[in-house]
């Protein structure tokens, strides 16, 4: 009996995420070119984080995204199974008590 096994990617790829004075919250950043400079921006007001609040700006997973309040496709809590190879606390959704 053959089994092909999922193994997930070693690093799963991540987010730019930081704070958007216009909207006041942690957002997630996009690329955008301006002045033939790259820049992160916000994706709900495209106010260019690099310019205003670059300290903020850092990556983060897909766990951490959910947390500011995005919808990830794909990532559920209830599919959430310690036995599907959800590593010990590696999705960040249980706590253990
Ligand atoms: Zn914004």
């Keep these: 009996m053959s089994a ?3 193994s997930p990617p ?3 790829p ?4 930081g704070h958007c004075p216009e909207c006041t919250q ?7 070119l301006v002045e033939n400079e ?15 609040s670059p300290e903020t700006l850092r990556w983060v997973e897909a766990p951490d995204v959910v947390e500011l309040g995005y919808f990830i ?3 559920e809590s209830e599919s959430c199974d310690s036995n ?3 590593r010990d606390g ?3 959704v249980r706590q253990p008590t």
């Design 4 to 6: 092909s096994i999922y």
């Design 10 to 12: 070693a690093e799963l």
């Design 14 to 17: 991540g987010f730019r995420a």
């Design 26 to 32: 942690d957002v997630l950043a996009a690329r955008d």
């Design 38 to 52: 790259l820049v992160e921006i916000c994706v709900h007001c495209a106010c260019n984080l690099s310019r205003h």
């Design 73 to 75: 496709d794909g990532l």
């Design 84 to 86: 599907g190879g959800c």
């Design 90 to 92: 590696a999705c960040g």
